[in-house]
């Protein structure tokens, strides 16, 4: 069992930056890869971004290429997406969800901390 848990959401404005932290718990954190996935309004859940579990691979959605960064803290079970130059198409609800096997299918999720950037 994996538990995770988001934080860092919140109300900015068009070009600011926000990080988003997905604290774990369960399994020893650096065995498994962590995923940051999205959904806005309306829309179906999109994927975002991943980082393997030893944090030497990452990838990226092309939307957030150059603008958002994945990165994680064994040390600390704490995984970040770092949201640079939002724009208010990056409004929606931000998930983080383990990936246990490294076949990007994910296992477990949390429940989301909403990002709402403003004009």
């Known amino acids: 069992q994996v538990q995770l848990a988001e934080s860092g959401g919140g109300l900015v404005q068009a070009g600011d930056s926000l990080t988003l932290s997905c604290s774990a718990s369960?399994?020893?954190?650096?065995?498994?890869?962590v995923g940051w996935f999205r959904q806005a309004p309306g829309k179906e859940r999109e994927f975002v971004a991943h980082?393997?579990?030893?944090?030497?691979?990452?990838y990226y959605t092309d939307s957030v290429k150059g603008r958002f960064t994945i990165s994680r803290d064994n040390s600390k079970n704490t995984a970040y997406l770092q949201m640079n130059n939002l724009q208010i198409e990056d409004t929606a609800d931000y998930y983080c969800a383990a990936d246990l096997i490294g076949s990007r299918e994910y296992d477990y999720w949390g429940k989301g901390t909403l990002v709402t950037v403003s004009s």
């Open positions: 369960g399994r020893p954190f650096s065995l498994y890869a």
């Open positions: 980082i393997s579990g030893d944090g030497k691979f990452t």
